[in-house]
């Protein structure tokens, strides 16, 4: 009988905990300016090698963005201080998105593939012949 009604409360109780709050993102949640690090490699072509730079990016939450960026490729300063581009992004119910960045250089595109946290947006670049990650700090 003890038994039986310890399986009872257990079951009560664990009945009683909340479920686990299902968190839902749309294109609203990155909304703001990020301060971002940007490190990885070009693995070909003639801007091949090392590459480290920070970003500012601004996002609107309706998914575009503008950001600046100072970008060095193998140690070499850019030949704009803060170079200028903007694009568009999507963020997924489930905070990953997909998004992409044009610069005004004529540098090629950036496809991005991200994943948003309630302060932070950690992106890898999909273009081929990358290795690059960024990892962006909601500033305010």
């Not at 968190?23 to 300016?33: E, I, P, T, Y």
């Amino acid at each position: 009988m003890i038994k039986a009604l310890s399986w009872i409360f257990l079951a009560a109780a664990i009945g009683s905990v909340p479920a686990r709050a299902q968190v839902f993102c749309a294109n609203f949640v990155l909304q703001g300016n990020y301060a971002f690090t940007i490190t990885g490699n070009i693995l070909a072509g003639p801007a091949a090698g090392g590459v480290s730079g920070v970003a500012m990016t601004y996002f609107d939450g309706q998914g575009n963005l503008t950001q600046v960026d100072h970008v060095l490729h193998n140690g070499v300063t850019p030949a704009v201080a803060w170079r200028p581009a903007s694009g568009t992004y999507q963020v997924n119910l489930d905070c990953t998105g997909t998004g992409q960045i044009n610069f005004t250089d004529g540098s090629p595109p950036l496809n991005l593939f991200f994943v948003v946290t309630s302060t932070e947006v950690h992106i890898v670049v999909s273009n081929s012949g990358t290795n690059i990650v960024s990892t962006g700090v909601r500033r305010n």
